[in-house]
C-alpha cells in the first residue's frame, strides 16, 4: 500500500535503484573473486540500495520484502534443471530489469554493461563449476524456511516452508527422459537394454535457452511471478524457538568482521540515499494491509531475525 502512488513516482523510484545497483565502480567490486557475503553483508546491501531513491520502508515491511527476495531466490536456484541455469535465471532477471528503464538509454546501457561481463565471465564455465555456485548459493540459504503465500497457494511450498521438487515437466537440456538402462561390456558395446517406469512424467525439452545478449530463455524461473495479479504475503514459518536457531550465524562472531565492513565501505562509498528535498516528501511503502497489521508485524518478530542494519559512511 501506497500513499499518493503514481506511474511518474513509480518510473523514478526504479530508475533510481536500478542507476544505483548498476553503479560501474558498484559492479566492478561484485565481479571481483571474493567469498559469498554474510547474510548481514547481504542484508546491508539491500537495505540501501531499496532506499536509493524517495521511496521509504520501515523496519516490518523492509523485513517482509527482504523475506520475500531470498525466499524467491532460494526457490529458482533449487528448481534449476541444471546448475548451468542460474546463469539463465539472472538473465531473465536482467531482461526484466531493461524492460522497466527501455525508455532511458543510459540507464540502459549500464544494465547491458553488466550483462556482457556476465556473459564473458560466466558463459565458459564448466558445468561442474556452475555446481559448485548453485551448491554455494543453496549453502547460504539453507537455513531459511520462510512461507510465501504465492508459493503455498501454487503448491511449490509446503507448511514448515520448504519446497517442493516436480516429478514431472522438460528434463534437463541434454539430458534423456529416465525410463531405460543401458548395459555396456568391457569393449564399450551395449549389450542389454531394461525398461522401467516412472512417477513422473517427463518429457524432452523442445530447446536451449538462449545463453546471448538478447534470445529466448527457454526457462521461466526468474521472470515475474506476479504475472497473475493475486496478493501475496509472506508469513513465518515454524516456531520461534526453531527460527531462533536458524538464526544463530547472524548474531555470531564473525572473525572477519571488520575486513567485511572495511570492504562494505568501499562498496557502498558510490552509493548516496537519496534524501526527499525541498517540497518533496517521499513516499512510504506498507507491504501489509494496513499500518496496525505492520506495527503488529515488528513488535512479534523474534528479535533474532531481526536485521540491525550497519550504516557506512565513506568517503572517496
Known amino acids: 500500500?501506497?500513499?499518493?502512488?503514481?506511474?511518474?513516482?513509480?518510473?523514478?523510484?526504479?530508475?533510481?535503484?536500478?542507476?544505483?545497483?548498476?553503479?560501474?565502480?558498484?559492479?566492478?567490486?561484485?565481479?571481483?573473486?571474493?567469498?559469498?557475503?554474510?547474510?548481514?553483508?547481504?542484508?546491508?546491501?539491500?537495505?540501501?540500495?531499496?532506499?536509493?531513491?524517495?521511496?521509504?520502508?520501515?523496519?516490518?515491511?523492509?523485513?517482509?520484502?527482504?523475506?520475500?527476495?531470498?525466499?524467491?531466490?532460494?526457490?529458482?536456484?533449487?528448481?534449476?534443471?541444471?546448475?548451468?541455469?542460474?546463469?539463465?535465471?539472472?538473465?531473465?532477471?536482467?531482461?526484466?530489469?531493461?524492460?522497466?528503464?527501455?525508455?532511458?538509454?543510459?540507464?540502459?546501457?549500464?544494465?547491458?554493461?553488466?550483462?556482457?561481463?556476465?556473459?564473458?565471465?560466466?558463459?565458459?564455465?564448466?558445468?561442474?563449476?556452475?555446481?559448485?555456485?548453485?551448491?554455494?548459493?543453496?549453502?547460504?540459504?539453507?537455513?531459511?524456511?520462510?512461507?510465501?503465500?504465492?508459493?503455498?497457494?501454487?503448491?511449490?511450498?509446503?507448511?514448515?516452508?520448504r519446497f517442493v521438487l516436480p516429478i514431472s515437466g522438460p528434463v534437463p537440456w541434454g539430458t534423456e527422459v529416465p525410463g531405460l538402462i543401458r548395459m555396456f561390456n568391457r569393449n564399450g558395446d551395449e549389450v542389454k537394454r531394461t525398461e522401467f517406469t516412472t512417477d513422473g512424467n517427463y518429457v524432452t525439452p523442445q530447446r536451449e535457452g538462449s545463453f546471448d545478449l538478447y534470445g529466448d530463455r527457454v526457462l521461466k524461473l526468474g521472470t515475474n511471478m506476479y504475472s497473475v495479479s493475486r496478493p501475496v504475503e509472506t508469513h513465518m514459518s515454524g516456531s520461534s524457538k526453531n527460527l531462533a536457531s536458524h538464526a544463530k550465524e547472524n548474531i555470531a562472531p564473525n572473525p572477519l568482521a571488520k575486513e567485511e565492513l572495511n570492504f562494505l565501505a568501499r562498496l557502498l562509498g558510490g552509493l548516496e540515499i537519496k534524501k526527499p528535498g525541498g517540497s518533496e516528501t517521499g513516499f512510504r511503502l506498507n507491504l501489509f494491509t494496513t499500518d496496525e497489521e505492520e506495527e503488529h508485524a515488528a513488535l512479534t518478530r523474534p528479535e533474532e531475525l531481526s536485521y540491525k542494519v550497519i550504516n557506512i559512511e565513506a568517503t572517496q
Open 1 to 161: 500500500r501506497v500513499d499518493e502512488w503514481t506511474d511518474v513516482d513509480r518510473k523514478r523510484v526504479m530508475n533510481d535503484i536500478i542507476t544505483t545497483m548498476f553503479n560501474k565502480k558498484f559492479m566492478e567490486e561484485l565481479f571481483k573473486p571474493q567469498e559469498l557475503y554474510s547474510k548481514k553483508a547481504l542484508r546491508t546491501v539491500y537495505d540501501r540500495l531499496a532506499h536509493a531513491s524517495i521511496m521509504r520502508l520501515n523496519q516490518a515491511s523492509m523485513d517482509k520484502l527482504y523475506d520475500l527476495m531470498t525466499m524467491a531466490f532460494k526457490y529458482q536456484v533449487l528448481l534449476c534443471p541444471r546448475p548451468k541455469d542460474i546463469l539463465l535465471v539472472t538473465f531473465n532477471h536482467l531482461d526484466a530489469i531493461k524492460d522497466f528503464v527501455r525508455d532511458s538509454p543510459g540507464i540502459l546501457n549500464q544494465v547491458d554493461e553488466t550483462f556482457r561481463q556476465l556473459i564473458e565471465t560466466y558463459s565458459c564455465l564448466s558445468a561442474g563449476e556452475f555446481q559448485l555456485i548453485r551448491q554455494t548459493l543453496l549453502i547460504f540459504f539453507q537455513d531459511m524456511h520462510i512461507r510465501v503465500s504465492i508459493f503455498l497457494k501454487d503448491k511449490v511450498q509446503n507448511s514448515n516452508g
